[in-house]
């Protein structure tokens, strides 16, 4: 397995104001209900329900707000959204992927399709960037789980691929159709993880600058932005200085 690599994968930016904890919570009760209508409103029953539940534990989500999720599926209420993968390319030729939930098609990709554009990208064709990612289990633990030899243990017993441990953590990578035995055999070792979820990991990557990371950001906050994309994901790599130099604007 290899060790830490220095690319890193934007999903959620730390640190988000609290005018975005509502369009998150929104977010999350969203793949709850969908999940808990795809499935068995009991998570124990359904894997997916069960993951979309510890994300949104992870992100301090009330109970009552995951119950009344859950619930709204049993009661048949809610809109039944669709789930449509986007790709493109950010500036610098960044590959992007964007994950949409929507009860309109045709709203989302108009929205979608313009903020690549004002913000220095374009939107593909499905299959334009894919191929530079693959689908993967990711489940990330903070640092005082254990040293990287430790954490490594309990990854090889789990089942998983691939660790990468650093300062900031450990994240542990595994088949997408293994994460739920995974981050299950990981919780009796390390206990409760930080985040469990699919995840795209790139396989090829693009070095940016402090310029081209700036850029960047932009596009993904105004992404993130919309009520109906789920998930952002790109495969830009940056040095530990343009990171530090990002992290202290």
Known sequence: MAGHSKWANIQHRKGRQDAQRAKLFSKLSKEITIAAKMGDPDPDKNPRLRLAVKQAKSQSMPNDNIDRAIKKSVAGEGEDYEEIRYEGYGPNGVAVIVEAMTDNRNRT????????????????????????????????????AGDGDTVMMAAIEAGAEDVESGEDGHVIWCADTDLNDVSTALEAELGESEETKLAWRPTTTTELDLEGMQKLMKLIDALEDDDDVQNVTTNFEASDAVMDQLAAE
């Open 109 to 144: 990709a108009s929205t979608v399709r313009s903020t690549f554009t004002k913000h220095g990208g374009n939107l593909g064709e499905t299959g334009s960037v894919g191929f530079m990612f693959e689908r993967k289990g990711q489940v990330t633990y903070p640092p005082d």
